[in-house]
């Protein structure tokens, strides 16, 4: 069994539940931070980018205090807290990738509404499912094929009548860029979260939430070098304090919504490594596209968007198919369960 496996039988339900809700509030509250920059002034794609990876620093708190209690408490050396080569190279492999998938996602949330985003983005699904079948080997049971069917019917609905929230001033071309971007960006997560998977999987040491916060850290260090590249070629940093000075709502509202941005997109990475370190890349994928709907509440309340029957279906759909992977789980488990008692019986 690979290590990372077996740990995972030691995490309380109360810990995922804790990485559901830290992942909910990145997936939702990112998305709206974005929009809300980009309505009110804010146009430096590439900035926009780096937000989604640049709050990765505050990582070093939590992996300071990791450190001190490993080598007060286990007498743990250096070079057995930190983690091995070959995660360190995974994690920034995966973390250039990750840069690449945070460019193509708030490019193309910055042509298209916010529902056509999540109706797209909502196939990162079967792309993970597919990849983890792939690259994981993945197992399926009618209830898990239950439920990527449900949630991705459920996401198509969302996009029925978005052409209403076409936004203002984008062009048919600007249009059709975002739409291939943002499916882009959904293929790629797709192929990030197997990955990330297939690395804890082929650990040569246990892995443990010390190694994922690093990961984790390599990973947001690896994807802001990425931005902050491409921020050095288009000039970006010199065009902050004139987009400050212009911005709608006002000069320093402008770095509140930056860093916040940095923040929540932070906690939405947490959440993530930590949910496929607790549980496998499809659960998360799976989590992932039932936190979409609650995005487009979070448009209704906080921009005044439609919220239309179509949004509601997906809303129940993207629920009923979160159940039926849950039941699914619950019921392997007991069968599992069962199995092993009998297997530790006395024969007669």
């Not at 009923?320 to 024969?347: A, C, H, L, N």
């Amino acid at each position: 069994m690979p290590p990372s496996k077996a740990i995972k039988s030691k995490w309380p339900l109360l810990r995922v539940l804790l990485r559901c809700a830290i992942m909910a509030i990145g997936n939702i509250g990112g998305p709206l931070l974005m929009r809300l920059y980009y309505l009110h002034g804010g146009n430096r794609r590439w900035l926009s980018c780096s937000l989604q990876s640049a709050g990765f620093p505050i990582l070093l708190i939590p992996l300071s205090l990791l450190y001190l209690h490993h080598r007060r408490r286990r007498g743990v050396s250096p070079s057995e807290f930190f983690i091995e080569p070959k995660l360190l190279v995974s994690s920034a492999v995966l973390g250039l990738l990750l840069g690449l998938d945070n460019f193509m996602y708030a490019l193309g949330l910055s042509y298209i509404p916010v529902s056509t985003s999540a109706l797209l983005f909502a196939t990162q699904l079967a792309f993970t499912a597919g990849f983890a079948r792939l690259i994981v080997k993945q197992r399926f049971t009618p209830y898990s094929i239950n439920s990527v069917v449900l949630m991705i019917l459920g996401s198509i609905t969302l996009g029925i009548h978005s052409g209403g929230d076409w936004p203002a001033g984008v062009s048919d071309g600007e249009y059709l860029s975002g739409f291939f971007l943002t499916l882009g960006s959904a293929l790629l997560v797709g192929f990030i979260l197997p990955c990330i998977e297939f690395a804890y999987s082929k650990a040569s040491r246990a892995v443990d939430f010390a190694a994922v916060m690093q990961f984790q850290f390599n990973m947001g260090l690896f994807a802001t070098i990425f931005a902050a590249m491409e921020m050095l070629i288009n000039k970006d940093f010199q065009e902050i304090p004139r987009e400050a000075r212009e911005y709608e709502l006002g000069h320093g509202m402008y770095y509140f919504v930056l860093s916040a941005s940095a923040i929540v997109w932070q906690l939405s990475l947490i959440g993530l490594l930590g949910l496929i370190f607790c549980t496998t890349s499809l659960f998360t994928g799976i989590y992932g596209a039932v936190l979409l709907p609650f995005a487009e509440i979070g448009a209704v309340i906080a921009y005044h968007e439609k919220f239309t029957g179509e949004k509601g279906i997906a809303l129940a759909l993207c629920l009923w198919g979160f159940t039926s992977y849950f039941y699914g789980e619950y019921r392997k488990s007991k069968v599992e369960r069962s199995m092993t008692i009998d297997d530790q019986s006395p024969q007669p």
